[in-house]
């Protein structure tokens, strides 16, 4: 029977934060220029480059030349940490998934900068943002309650899960590496065994990787009696 896992950040490693107080830019912006205590860019939708808009990703859209990670950490030592709608991830974490059938994405080369300038990390980095998602929820079988948004041409959403939610393995099947486009799966990567044994047989040592069954207990919402299930 296939395996299947889901892909989180080990928080008791060094340089791996609970909570990633960082902002992307497209250049580097000086400590005197941030608002005090605030290290996120602004978001006033006038002034927003097409690739920080989800609703904007595809083929043609370029992405910035180079991004910078601007940060208020000691130091950084992950190998795949969400942001903005994407995701953080180290070389070492890119030529794994590039070994493998994966989603289509696009990327930017990522330096890492305190807001001194100085860089805190010793790996290389990149930003990557799926255009490929993986369409796996099963709405026919699973036990929930969706919320029709079909007149703006997206996917349903889900509002609220109300027992188990099915996955369709076929799906899974076309790729070592996914990515599910839904309001609690698309923070993270999910994978099959063949990925799953790369990464624990590489020098990566920042991931963990559940099992995709155990998703919803992971993410502390067991109250209300979710499962996840690869039909």
Known sequence: MERFYFITYDYSK?????????GLYDKFINKEEYIKNTPLPSYDAKFTPEWRRTSMLNDSLQMP????????????????YAKEGGFI????????????GHPKYISSPLEIRTREGVCNANKEYWYI??????PCVDFTYSKVKIHDNTKMNVQPRIDEYLGELYLK??????KDCFFIDNVYLNMYLFCNGDTYDKIMNSKIRTIKLLEIETFFEYLNVTKRKIKLIVK
Request: hydrophobic share 40%.
């Open 14 to 22: 060094s340089g791996v934060p609970a909570y990633l107080e960082a």
């Open 65 to 80: 030349s180079k991004l910078y990670l601007i940060n208020k950490h000691r130091k950084i030592d992950f190998d795949i």
């Open 89 to 100: 991830i180290s070389n070492d974490f890119k030529k794994i998934i590039d070994s493998f």
């Open 129 to 134: 943002k799926i255009i490929e998602p993986s």
């Open 169 to 174: 393995s076929d799906l899974f099947m076309s």
